[in-house]
């Protein structure tokens, strides 16, 4: 199973993620956020009155809306002031909405995305892949034996073009409304880019489909919409990675994410975020799943200065099923605030949530989790676990559940645990041989084991190798 | 501010409550304190979830539930030897110094509004001293509300090495007609090595509306258990707390609580490890049928400090109809990662598979389901020291079931 | 040829007022030799074990351990003159490893998501760099470990990182597996997670096996092991001396596994001690006589 890999070795995690290219723009906004500067990025993309429309109702509800600062525990956002943030970057790319060969690309932005490995992990295991870099999608393919069975996936401003009557239907209505929380309204004024992934009935795309988000320049904010819908009996699993140089100043990502799980559908989307620890991810993602339908979040947050990531699934329909799988690793100045959102609105609903995260020198990660049973959802079930592992008492890890449950033949179960690492454990593992650092590292790499089993082999690599980087700071 | 003060509140009203009981100048004073505080303070925080707020106590109208200088109640209170257990205002002739010193320092009358307007309004309670090294069982305390409104304040201190066990009922007397309002304060301040086990049982009518804020200061080696039952009232708002201060120092909060009709039943557990070598556990258990609701929050808090932390927490509901509605929200903070500590909740229905059991050895189904019930409970009713308590609560348990 | 010698041992538990376990321990023990170590309950022969292999919950408050080397102890790799004795109290306990110290734990840790094929090359692999490291100084690979990057699932660790590659480890481990009667999907699974017992006990003899110790100390490896087991454990103990020169220590409370690993020494602990020891004949003369004996005995003479 080696040579499938190859291109993993050939450069350093970590240099691949901090290496930062020179901004070089087409068109970059200005800073902060107007109506003015809402209509010229809509223009700039060409856009039907009817989306200029809905960004700016949403940045009316932006307008009205108050941060969020009252929930216990949660990441300092003072520093997020929006009028400092460019929110719209053109990259000067010939072609709009992305080329389909990496080769069309101007050199220091093909550049990047080989640093980063995308081009390889395309040829091996995926099926399609997009490239965003700053606010737009730079490339952008799939195999044409996926095209040539209806399946569509292209970037989202494209979508708004070529799939007009779905994207008007399901954008930012039933799922996500800009008025659901601040950042969800920010996001639906000014996002830019991302990715439309639409599945026909009974379609199973066998290998995932990826997306690289890649923020370059400083101080910018990056906003990409995703909007999946896969009908009725299809089966699709979108993986995205997220990474940015470190810069002094504050960068900002604020993603939606849309997912429509039909009838009997299977969707898996598995993020693994390496945000750079300037970086504010602020994200709101949502699933509506049918009958008989299965959601799956896998979500590794590593990087980022503070993160506030809940993933939700409203399970909507007679026997859907929901499953989260988070991990969280906070070091030093970071405060990675994740969890899990689930609305068992229908009889016969599942859902499991499996979180762990990890906290040293002085970081601090919360597990925020809302499990709501309704009335009528009889014979439900949900199953939360969390557990924490602390290395330091700088450190902080919180765990903070929520439970509403209208419903009596239902079957609730929530276990959590917070624990340092085992001194007879790492004794074990020294006798052996490992060094100190080793075993803990080993011990680290067992406690995300379930976690990592969930991911394609690359990801699960490239976690741990995250993680790995993630505790050579604070050891020996 | 966020409650309206009611129009009959003024410091006349609370000067002449003080001076009919003829206090001291000092507690004229943090009563008036308190008073004026009441326009800053908000209520006790409660959860609040996309949408939904977990219990509504804007909802409360004091205008029309507090009645100060119309406060009654009927308090038997039974001493062991060795033991001091007074009305709170006859100890203030003998224990005045004391309770000037220790009055309001576990539970701070400017903590919320509704602290605030306890601390100025109060009109009865117990102050209990157990001296160093005295062992105290059984201490009881019956309370029975007369009036549309009653403000009680305990205050417990325990010297080094003593040790007491005491149980409280409070239970509505003479029918008033309308809502009412009931407000407990209990304070403990559990000296070095002492030992406390504090049982309450509120069965109020359920047209009152009740508050009870129960804290605990454990200092070094001390242990504190709390057993809360939870059955009357219309809406209770229930906070049973304990700041594990000392080293080596421990506690237990057991709570049992069972709804039916329309009643809200909104009970917390918290703790706060602040010393090394603290161990908590808290237990809560409870049933809901009909429309009833319940809100818990459990929270373990483990301090930079606290090396060496044990800290469980578990919670349990059985829920017996399809209208009633269990929130939980069991939380942990942890700050020292020398900590052992977790958490387990559960919703649920009577085990059918149990019921099934016993069905089949013949014994009717609702007679089945009221043992499997009642053994629910048994854990919490285990850690009962007082008996006479532990038969109330089961009685009380029983009576709600047939 | 390593022997591994401990003097006048004395330990306590590494807290304050920590109770004096040891008192003034004395064995000595070679490659190739097998040695059994027995003695009631509390007499501390598990403390004296845990100690050679450096945990931390001890404090060695007089004497030393010594593990002298000589030339053939790490096949091929020459050992330099000033590397030849080693002060293993001065060692921490993977570094004792790498020099060829093995604790067979009476209850080995249960590691949740660590793979057995991971966690024991990763151990082969950190036991040859850190020997290395303490023969000759400076580790050189440094840099080259840095830019070498996975090639292979986490669950295996990564191709690169060390000596010893996947396939050749597949073929070593099989082959000791085979030696043990050891089923192949133990690999697959967590480190000792849900294992019963007795198959902890050999996987910890497998382990022995892969890594190849120059002394390998065995805690009670035999308890709780049924007959079938016990016999396979026995075959591994014999086969690390037969084939691989591995000097064994075996504490154990029974006679039953001295007869299918018969000890060429046997030493009896009493009170922090070793009072008494002699040839094999002494282990069944304890089974038929009993401790008492013993004490009375070692009391009476002094």
Known sequence: ?476 | MSAQLPANLSAETVREISDARDEPEWLLEARLEALEALDELELPDVIQTPGRRWTNLEALDFESLVDPLNQADETTRESPEGVVVLPFTEALDEYGDLIEERFGSVVAPESNYLTALSAALFTTGTFIYVPEGVDAEDVKIRAEMNSRSLFSHTLVVTEKSSSVTILEAVESGDSVDDARYFSNLVEIDAGENSYVQYGSLQNLDEETYTYSLKRADADTYSTVNWIEGNLGSRLTRSDVETELNGEASETKIVGAFFGHDDQHLDVNARVWHKAENTTADLVTRGVLDDEARSVYEGVQDVGRDAWSTNSYQRENTLMLSDQSEADASPKLIINNHDTEASHAASVGQVDAEDLFYMVSRSIPEEQARNMLVEGFFVPVLEEIAVDEFRDDLEELIAARLR | ?302
């Not at chain 1, 799956?296 to 909507?316: D, V």
Request: net charge negative.
């Open chain 1, 1 to 476: 199973m080696s040579s499938d890999q190859d291109h993993l070795k050939e450069t350093d995690t970590e240099a691949r993620f901090e290496f930062k290219k020179e901004q070089k723009a087409a068109f970059v906004a200005e800073k902060g956020l107007t109506e003015e500067t809402i209509r010229v990025i809509s223009e700039d993309k060409d856009e039907p009155e009817w989306m200029l429309e809905r960004r700016l109702r949403a940045l009316k509800q932006y307008q009205k809306m108050p941060m969020p600062t009252d929930w216990p525990g949660q990441p300092d956002l003072s520093e997020v002031n929006v009028d400092e943030i460019v929110p719209y970057i053109r990259p000067d790319v010939e072609v709009r909405g992305g080329v389909d060969d990496w080769r069309d690309l101007p050199d220091d932005i093909k550049d990047t995305f080989d640093k980063l490995g995308i081009p390889e992990a395309e040829k091996n295991a995926l099926s399609g892949v997009g490239a965003q870099y700053e606010s737009e999608v730079v490339y952008q393919n799939m195999q044409e034996r996926w095209e040539e069975k209806g399946v569509v996936f292209m970037n989202m401003d494209q979508a708004v073009q070529e799939h007009e009557d779905i994207v008007k239907e399901y954008f930012m209505t039933k799922c996500v409304p800009p008025s659901d929380n601040k950042f969800a309204a920010l996001h639906g004024a000014i996002w830019s880019g991302g990715s439309f992934v639409y599945v026909p009935e009974d379609v199973t795309v066998e290998m995932p489909v990826q997306a690289y988000f890649r923020m370059n320049s400083e101080g910018m904010g990056q906003f990409e919409h995703t909007l999946i819908v896969a009908e009725k009996g299809s089966e699709v699993h979108y993986i995205e990675g997220c990474s940015a140089p470190k810069y002094s100043a504050f960068n900002l990502h604020s993603g939606g994410v849309e997912v429509f799980v039909g009838e009997d559908a299977h969707v898996q989307y598995s993020t693994v975020q390496n945000w750079s620890k300037n970086t504010y991810n602020l994200n709101t993602k949502r699933a509506i799943v049918e009958k008989g339908g299965r959601m799956e979040w896998i979500s590794g947050s590593m990087g980022s200065k503070a993160t506030m990531l809940y993933p939700a699934s409203i399970l909507k329909g007679r026997g859907a099923s929901d499953n989260h799988i988070t991990i969280a690793f906070a070091g030093e100045g970071q405060n990675i605030d994740t969890g899990a959102k689930v609305y068992h609105n229908a009889p016969e609903t599942k859902s499991t949530i499996e979180s762990k995260s990890i906290s040293k020198d002085g970081g601090r990660t919360n597990y925020r989790g809302l499990v709501h049973i309704a009335n009528g959802a009889k014979n439900s079930s949900t199953a939360v676990e969390c557990d924490a592992l602390m290395f330091d008492n700088e450190s902080t890890s919180d765990t903070m559940p929520y439970m509403e449950i209208n419903e009596s033949t239902v079957d609730v179960a929530h276990e959590a645990t917070v624990g340092k690492i085992g001194d007879e454990d790492i004794f074990y593992l020294q006798s052996r041989g490992l060094d100190d650092d080793d075993a803990k590292q080993m011990i680290v790499s067992g406690f995300i084991e379930p976690i990592t089993e969930e991911l394609p082999i690359e990801y699960a690599v490239e976690l741990n190798r995250l993680v790995e980087l993630e505790m050579e700071g604070s050891l020996g």
């Open chain 3, 1 to 302: 040829m390593a022997t591994l010698e401990i003097k006048n041992l004395h330990a306590r538990v590494a807290e304050e007022d920590g109770e004096q376990i040891l008192r003034g321990v004395d064995l000595e023990v070679k490659s190739g030799e097998i040695h059994a170590l027995m003695g009631p309950n509390g007499s501390g022969k598990s403390t004296t074990s845990k100690i050679i292999a450096g945990h931390p919950a001890y404090e060695v408050t007089d004497g030393e351990i010594l593990l002298h080397l000589e030339d053939d102890d790490f096949g091929d790799v020459e050992i330099p003159d000033d590397a030849r004795t080693w002060n293993l109290l001065e060692l921490e306990p993977n570094e004792r490893a790498a020099l060829g110290i093995f604790l067979g734990f009476q209850y080995p840790a249960e590691i949740e998501g660590v793979t057995m094929t991971n966690f024991l090359r990763t151990a082969l692999n950190a036991k040859i760099d850190e020997r290395e490291e303490l023969l000759f100084g400076e580790d050189d690979d440094e840099e080259a470990e840095e830019e070498a990057g996975y090639d292979t699932s986490p669950m295996e660790g990564n191709v690169d990182d060390g000596e010893v590659g996947v396939a050749e480890f597949q073929k070593l481990l099989k082959e000791k597996m085979d030696l043990l009667d050891m089923d192949e999907k133990f690999m697959q699974r967590y480190l000792n997670a849900g294992f019963s017992g007795g198959e902890k006990k050999q996987n910890e003899v497998l382990q022995a096996a892969i890594l190849e110790p120059s002394i390998a100390v065995l805690d009670e490896i035999d308890s709780g092991l049924d007959i079938d087991r016990l016999q396979d454990v026995s075959k591994g103990i014999n086969a690390l001396r037969d084939e691989q020169g591995t000097g064994i220590l075996q504490i154990t409370h029974y006679q039953r596994i001295l007869e299918y690993v018969e000890p060429d020494h046997v030493h009896i602990m009493l009170d922090g001690k070793v009072v008494k020891s002699g040839d094999a004949s002494l282990a069944s003369e304890l089974e038929d006589k009993g401790y008492d004996w013993v004490r009375e005995e070692v009391y009476e003479a002094a």
